[in-house]
């Protein structure tokens, strides 16, 4: 469910008529993982951003990969790799690499200012939460079963320690508003409720 919508997501962008965007990039790979939430920690401790390997069939990554970019040439990665590594006590850069990612899939109608990257970042950064729900507990949700989506970020929040008796900077989510958001279990409608005067 979670990568159909995805999928609904990546649809939205791709407008009737566009043209593919040439963004052949390159991309500094720091890290990847399977799992969405544990790229978007590792981007808050260690920098960068999270991309969907999806959007990019060219990286041949499984799930999502902590970048620096996009580069439009290769020496431009190479510059940002060395420097990565070159100051770089902990170790944490030792294994990145510099991936030409070829052609992002979103497309664009010409004129769009948005341009793929930008939403290739935003689908990364933003996770999209799901749960079942039973439905009518409230007049303002579904009246039946359903799916409600939420979506959040990982952000970075201050913690006081009181054993150590120090602040201390971790990586937390955070939820975004976007009121009603839902699937409608028996037929995969998505409804929205952006008010409710119940």
Not at 53 to 80: C, M, N, T, W
Not at 85 to 95: F, L, V
Request: proline share 4%; charged share 25%.
């Amino acid at each position: 469910m979670k990568r159909i919508f995805m999928w609904c997501l990546i649809t939205f962008v791709i407008f009737e008529g566009a043209t593919i965007s040439a963004c052949a990039d390159y991309f500094v790979v720091t890290n990847t993982k399977t799992d969405q939430k544990e790229a978007q920690k590792i981007a808050v401790e260690k920098g960068g951003w999270v991309l969907p390997a999806l959007l990019y069939p060219k990286l041949k990554i499984h799930g999502y990969a902590v970048v620096r970019g996009p580069f439009s040439k290769i020496d431009q990665a190479k510059k940002e790799l060395h420097f990565l590594k070159s100051d770089d006590e902990s170790k944490d850069y030792q294994s990145a690499r510099i991936i030409e990612a070829g052609k992002c899939v979103l497309e664009l109608v010409g004129g769009v200012k948005i341009k793929p990257q930008i939403l290739a970042t935003l689908l990364g950064e933003i996770a999209v939460n799901i749960t079942e729900q039973s439905g009518g507990a409230n007049p303002c949700e579904p009246q039946e079963p359903f799916y409600e989506i939420n979506l959040s970020y990982m952000g970075a929040e201050r913690k006081w320690n009181e054993k150590t008796q120090e602040d201390s900077i971790a990586p937390g989510s955070v939820d975004v508003d976007v009121k009603g958001f839902w699937i409608i279990k028996r037929t995969d409608a998505i409804e929205r409720m952006r008010i409710c005067t119940e």
